[in-house]
Each structure stands twice: as C-alpha cells, then as structure tokens.
C-alpha cells in the first residue's frame, strides 16, 4: 500500500507541476508586450524516489527568469547614449536659426547693410540721407545682436528648466526603483511582472542618466550614476539636486553660472554624469551656449562680436574727424553697450542717442588729410586683413560661429541616427537571448560580427572615395 | 550574387549608389549575418558606383552643379552614420561576446572571460 500512496503522490505533484509551468506559458504569452518583461523558463527537475526518505520522485517546477543581465546592461547604455543625442539635437534645434548664415538671417544681413551704408557714405560724406542711412543701418545691426542675445538667453533659460525637470524625473524613477526594493525585501519570491516594471523603470532612467545597476539579494537592485555615486541602495533613495555653482561666474559679472548635480550629501557629481539626457543638457548649458553668450568664465563669441563691432568702428570715428580742414572736430561714438557685463554687451549694444548725422566723423586728417578716408576705412573693416577679431572681419567670426553650431548639430544627428538603430539591435538581443543556448548565440555573434567588420572597411573605402570626389568639384 | 553595371553619366551613377545605400540602411534596420553580407555587397557596388562618377566626371571634364555636390554630401552624411553606427555595433558585439565567455567559461587567473570554442566536440572509437 505503501507504494501506491507513493506513486498517487508522485502523480499528483507532476501533474502540479505541469500546471505551474502552463501558468508561466501562459504568463508569457499575456506579456509579450509588456515593455521590460523577459520570458520566464519553466524547467521540469527530476526528483529521486526515495520512499524511505519521504522524496517521493515526479518532477517538480522551478521558474527560470531568463533576463540576461548584460543583455539589460547593453539596451540601458545604448538608450542612455541615444537619450544624450536626441537631447542635443532637441536644445541645439533652436541655435540654428539664431546662427544662420544665410543672407536673410539677421545679424549677417544687418552687417551687410551696415557696411554697404559705409561705403555709399563714404561717396559724399556730407549727404544727410546716407548719413541717415548709416545711422539706421547702425540700429538694424544693435536690434540684431539684441534679438540673438535674447533668444540665446531664452535657450539658456529653457535649458536650465529642462535640467531641473530632468534631475526631478530621475528622482521619481529612483523613489520607483526604491519601493520595488521595498516589495521585493517583504515578498522575495520571484515576481516576472514586477521584475519587467523595474526593468521598464531602468530604461527610462538609463534614457535620463548613466546608471550601473547591480543586482542583490532576492532581485533587488543598486542603482549607481558614473558607476560611483549611489542612486538607489536596497530601500535608501540619494536625491540629486541642480545647482547653480555661483563661484564658476566670480570676475564674469552679468554671466550665468554653471549648473552642477550634487548628490544628497552635498557631492559635486556633474562629472560622473556622462550620457542620457542630463547629460546633453548640462552640455548645451555649461559649454556650448556659455561659448556663445557667455557663461561661467566665459565671455561668449557673440559678446565678443558685438564688442569687437562697436570698438572698432567706434576707434575709427574718434579718430577721424567731421570737417576735412581745421579746426578738426573728432566724431562720436556710433555704438554704446555695456561695458560693466561683458557677458551682456551683445544684449546691450545700441546705437548712442547722442549721434546724428553730422556727428559723424568721415574725413582722415591725415597727412594727407582725405575727405573721406574714416568712411572708406570703415567701408572696408570688414574684409581688411587680417580682420579686427582675432584676426578675422566681423562677417567671418559670425561664420566661424555659425560653422561651430552647425558642425555640432549634425554630429548629433549622425550620432542620434547610429545610436537609435544600435538601441533597435541591442532590443532584438535582448529579445533573442531568451531560451537561446550561450554557444549558439556566440557563434551567431561572430558572425555578425564578421559580417560587420566586412561591410564597415567596406565603408571606410567609400568615405575615402567621397572625399577624392568632393576634392573634384569647384566650391564656388 | 553579380551585378552588371552599365552607367551613361555621373548623375545616374550617383543615383544609383544613393539607391544602393538605401537599401543598405534598409537591410541593417535587423540585425542578421546575411543582412550584413548583403550589406557589405551592396556597399562594394556603392564603391564601384563612385568609382564610375570619379572616372566620368574626369573623363568629360564636366564640372558638376549644386545638386550633384548636395548628392555627394548626403552620401558623405550617410556613411558617416554608417561609419559610427558599424563603430558601436562593434564594441556591443565585442561586449556580448565578452559577457558569453565570462558566463560560459569563467574567468582566467589574470581576470579576463575564458576564450570560447566553438568546436562540436568529436569522440573517436575504434
């Protein structure tokens, strides 16, 4: 009788067995959408039979959680990656217009009318319509780099919001990550839904951030930014925060500081913070708009412009004088900023509310004394060589500047588009590796890999042969 | 797989290798060893492709226009994303791998992942 009560036992745990296996099928199934959620194995174990011992043989079924911790790994550092590109593509979108370098954009068109009013001035410097001209074009030019100035600010001001918001989702997505470690230490049976709501949580941190995730005891996790500051350990959150470094701007008056990430101890970690979207924020606020409008230490090449502008046609008129025989009268500065910020002088550039037209100085007193020579010399400021700015004339500077934006938005967009396929290929195998044997994946890697490597120096030939053919063709 | 190839001018060689690489950035959308050596055998043609517009346009001695520079630098765009894109992919592959051989064969005493074989294991009797 013995035996028999062991083998209806027997049965009836197989039969259990399979039954929770049909759950976890089923399970699957249910979730194939489910964003973050990785096929649970059911594995049918052996059991020996032992009846003297109360091991009464059958089967009995384990989950096998087949979430590949690399495969995680691997789609969290690529989104992270593709988080900063689309967020530099998204902040530097709005540069463009201010810096471009089309005929019709602003600042070079004004200068263009600018120096073309010099010149006609300076066929009859005493013609009070192209004195009048000159002084409106004057405006045209202050406006401009008053509107760029302004829509810099304006950047810089979305900016340092969207990293506010930024560093505030993180901390949601940490106090998320938190109160499932929280669940799992109450409850550490394997749980595949709420395992696939951590994982969906990671990614769309890993998307704001750099974070390492370490897994613990019973599937809790460490959540690490830069791989050394502690975002998330078992139940304990350490919030970041966004600061403003109000000693990055000492000696830059009218400059707006740089914003830096401490962590809830007061740790400056903005240079742990390498990828996701913080990252390309902090970016646009702390290097590139500073190199434009000033920031921190900076004074900005904008600023740089509009001063250089203004001091150089200003020098011109104090030196020149309104008549072109004795008593020579020296001429009034056509440009006013403010000098006390240097950070702000393209903001603040006007044209004097003093100057009128017979204020301005045409003749070069020489010797020889030339009726007109100021204005001629003015005429030709901008293409004289080498160039009042570092060497380079006002249009040229302005160019060189457009020339950084644009090279800087189309490496994010060639980065943004790469890194969007290679987040599409880390998915598939994060996908694929599910039930797949490690030796078969292997090999299928090198392959691919091959493969790669084939059509990649394939590549590198092509680049080779664009570049001969772009040498081909004539510039102008 | 043979392609025959036979171009009037630079322009239309030029369309044809930008057809070619939208086929290619069409085929790497899925991550496959055949859509890879498909890949790399529609770039070769894209290399002859180029190689043909560089010959023409030296031939004829014909200066090019706007839209045909245009042409070359949006080519020169989509291999740079190419180039960068092959780049990544490499050092995620290279990291699997990494990851395969450290689960499947441990560490070796100097801490790198054990080298994989990928051999089938044959047993000899007789």
Same mark, same amino acid.
Request: aromatic residues 4%.
């Given at each position: ?27 699957? @199934? ?18 020996? =039979? ?23 790994? /691997? ?7 593709? $988080? ?33 009013? =010099? ?17 409106? /074009? /004057? ?27 930024? !560093? ?52 809790? !996790?460490?959540?690490?930014?830069? $791989? ?55 970016? !646009? ?30 020098? @011109? ?17 056509? =440009? ?10 393209? $903001? ?8 009128? $037209? ?50 800087? !938005? ?7 588009? /790469? ?26 890697l090198v392959q691919l890999q091959g493969s790669y490597d084939a059509a990649s120096k394939v590549v590198t030939e092509i680049n080779q042969t664009l570049q001969t053919l772009m040498e081909m063709i004539p510039t102008d | 797989m043979e392609r025959t190839?036979?171009? %009037? ?44 517009v560089a010959a023409l346009l030296r031939q004829n001695g014909s200066k090019p226009d706007l839209e045909f520079r245009s042409g070359i630098e949006e080519l020169q765009d989509e291999v740079a994303v190419l180039a960068r894109f092959f780049a990544e ?16 064969? %441990? ?20």
């Open positions: 009788m013995g035996n028999l009560f062991t083998s209806l036992n027997s049965t009836s745990q197989s039969l259990q067995a399979f039954e929770q296996a049909m759950d976890v099928v089923q399970n699957n @199934v249910t979730n194939a959408n489910s964003p973050g959620y990785a096929d649970q194995v059911p594995e049918m174990i052996s059991q020996d =039979f032992q009846a003297g011992t109360g091991l009464s043989g059958g089967v009995q079924e384990t989950t096998q959680d087949t979430r590949n911790s690399y495969a995680d790994t /691997a789609v969290q550092q690529s989104m992270s990656l593709q $988080g900063m590109y689309q967020q530099l593509q998204t902040s530097l979108e709005p540069l463009e217009s201010v810096f471009d370098v089309s005929s019709s954009s602003p600042i070079p068109s004004a200068l263009n009318q600018l120096f073309q009013s =010099f010149s006609q001035w300076s066929s009859q410097p005493s013609n009070a319509s192209y004195q009048s001209a000159v002084i409106n /074009a /004057a405006q045209q030019t202050a406006t401009a780099f008053q509107q760029a100035a302004g829509e810099l600010n304006s950047i810089q001001t979305q900016t340092t919001s969207d990293i506010q918001s930024t !560093v505030t989702q993180i901390n949601q997505d940490a106090a998320t990550i938190q109160s499932y470690n929280v669940q799992i230490a109450r409850n550490p049976t394997p749980d595949a839904g709420l395992s696939a709501q951590l994982e969906s949580t990671l990614e769309n941190l890993s998307s704001l951030t750099n974070v390492t995730t370490i897994p613990g005891l019973g599937g809790m !996790v460490t959540v690490l930014i830069g $791989g050394q500051t502690p975002l998330v350990i078992g139940t304990q959150v350490n919030d970041l925060q966004a600061v403003n470094d109000t000693t990055s701007n000492a000696g830059n008056p009218g400059a707006p500081p740089t914003i830096s990430i401490v962590d809830s101890n007061g740790n400056d970690i903005t240079g742990q913070v390498t990828s996701g979207s913080l990252a390309g924020l902090l970016n !646009v606020s702390n290097t590139m708009l500073p190199a434009l409008i000033g920031g921190g230490q900076q004074v900005g090449g904008l600023n740089t412009l509009a001063q250089g502008l203004a001091d150089s046609i200003n020098n @011109v008129l104090a030196q020149a004088s309104t008549t072109s025989t004795p008593p020579y009268q020296a001429g009034s500065p056509l =440009f006013t900023y403010n000098s006390s910020s240097p950070a702000g002088i393209a $903001g603040s550039l006007a044209v004097s509310s003093t100057i009128t $037209g017979s204020l301005l100085a045409a003749a070069d007193t020489g010797p020889p004394v030339v009726a007109n020579g100021a204005a001629l010399t003015l005429a030709g400021l901008d293409s004289s060589n080498p160039g009042p700015i570092d060497g380079q004339g006002f249009t040229q500077y302005f160019s060189s500047m457009t020339s950084a934006v644009g090279n800087a !938005v189309s490496n994010a967009n060639t980065a943004e588009t /790469a890194q969007s396929q290679l987040v599409a290929q880390a998915q598939s195998l994060q996908q694929q590796v599910s039930g797949v044997s490690l030796d078969e994946e292997a090999v299928r | 190839t036979e171009y %009037g001018d630079a322009h239309e060689c030029l369309q044809a290798a930008r057809q070619s690489m939208r086929q290619v950035k069409r085929l790497l959308a899925q991550p496959s060893a055949e859509a890879a050596d498909e890949s790399a055998a529609l770039l070769r043609d894209v290399e002859i492709q180029l190689g043909c992919a490499d050092k995620l592959f290279s990291g699997w791998l990494h990851a395969i051989r450290a689960r499947r064969g %441990g560490y070796t005493e100097r801490g790198q992942a054990e080298p994989l074989v990928l051999v089938k294991k044959l047993s000899v009797e007789g």
